[in-house]
């Protein structure tokens, strides 16, 4: 089987001979430029060195935008030793740390109120601007044709694009203050994607649809299940609708913090598959299977491990097995690596994974016909 395969297949829930050896979070860590130092030409050799499977986090997105486009450079406004600020032509405002793990963070909000998502949407929501697709694009058709990797389609997040135009703070407000202002920026956002996306599956066949939300924190979901229901639901319908009439059997949402709550909600709205299900925030593979037996999940060994002894690594990987055998299951650490973790540790995660994945293979579910 190809990676392409076992991955569709594993997180469907179908027969595979094994599940693919895959990176998840791995490649575009900060800490590799550190153990560039120490290990010259590792960023260009790391995944024929740990003979990762797939592209890019085993997965591949194509390159297409489909955030905000006619955005240009952005504006430096304040630089020094430790940060930079820089302001974008659509109204946000970014402070960089440099050299941090957690270096991102938005001191203002491009919309903060009506006119001004007007403006942001006829100046930078156009489905139809041809800068959203690369050059090279032919090219990229002609290679995706030929593959034998998973390949995404991207949505930027029901929740995650609105957060990223309001901030949690005044989003939090919006549901209550401003239903349709915010009823209006979620379901422009999908429309855009799905008017971008029907243009690729002219061209290529996808095997995922992605979307990025990070609408969860230590204590569970952002969110209400009331407000869920209300004003993200119907646009993951929409989502589902759009995978099903074009054959593509997952819709993966990638959401940090405890999501064990928001699984039910995600799978009733159409969702097939989660990750990276972060254990530190206090999720629970097993309790998660238990409840859900039919979701996907990518993720779940904490990735705090590799900072700490090869026995406590050990143990770690061991639960990969387990998961592995209950089925539906791609393991992979819950996170990016932060500059705590040397690549010697990282190596040997990565190793001792690859032999579990190489010698474990899903059990037969009840019922499905293995």
């Known amino acids: 089987m190809t990676t392409r395969e076992r991955f569709v297949r594993t997180l469907t829930g179908k027969e595979v001979d094994r599940v693919p050896f895959i990176k998840v979070f791995g490649g575009t860590n900060a800490i590799v430029p550190n153990w560039e130092k120490e290990y010259p030409g590792v960023s260009q050799a790391i995944d024929k060195i740990l003979q990762f499977e797939g592209e890019y986090r085993g997965w591949q997105i194509a390159p297409v935008n489909m955030d905000l486009s006619r955005v240009g450079e952005p504006e430096i406004v304040k630089e020094n030793e430790l940060t930079?600020?820089?302001k974008w032509i659509y109204g946000a405002v970014e402070i960089i740390k440099k050299g941090a793990d957690?270096?991102?963070h938005t001191i203002e909000w491009p919309v903060k109120n009506r006119a001004d998502w007007e403006r942001v949407k006829k100046e930078h929501l156009q489905a139809d601007d041809p800068g959203r697709f690369p050059?090279?694009?032919?090219?990229?058709?002609?290679?995706?044709?030929?593959?034998d990797y998973p390949l995404q389609l991207t949505?930027?997040?029901v929740y995650g694009f609105i957060r990223n135009m309001m901030g949690d703070e005044k989003l939090a407000y919006a549901f209550y203050d401003e239903p349709e202002l915010v009823h209006d920026i979620m379901d422009s956002y999908t429309e855009t994607a799905i008017r971008i996306w029907s243009k690729m599956v002219e061209e290529a066949d996808f095997d995922l649809i992605e979307c990025w939300e990070d609408m969860a924190y230590r204590s569970g979901s952002i969110i209400s299940p009331t407000i869920f229901r209300e004003f993200l639901k119907p646009n993951y319908r929409k989502i589902a609708k759009f995978a099903k009439e074009h054959g593509i059997e997952i819709i993966l949402v990638d959401s940090d913090g405890l999501i064990e709550n928001l699984t039910g909600l995600m799978l009733e709205s159409g969702v097939t598959a989660l990750y990276p299900f972060e254990v530190q925030s206090g999720n629970d593979l097993d309790r998660v299977r238990d409840r859900h037996p039919e979701v996907g999940a990518i993720g779940g060994l904490n990735k705090s491990v590799m900072a700490h002894s090869k026995d406590a690594i050990d143990r770690e990987v061991e639960k990969a097995r387990h998961f592995i055998k209950r089925g539906r299951y791609i393991p992979g650490p819950?996170?990016?690596?932060?500059?705590d973790v040397s690549f010697e540790n990282y190596r040997y995660f990565m190793e001792r994974l690859r032999e579990v994945v190489l010698t474990t293979k899903?059990?037969?579910?009840?019922?499905?016909?293995?």
């Open 84 to 86: 930079i600020v820089r």
């Open 102 to 104: 957690f270096s991102h």
């Open 135 to 147: 050059e090279e694009w032919p090219e990229y058709v002609r290679r995706f044709n030929n593959r």
């Open 155 to 157: 949505h930027r997040g």
């Open 334 to 339: 819950d996170h990016f690596v932060l500059s």
């Open 362 to 370: 899903p059990e037969p579910l009840i019922g499905s016909g293995f």
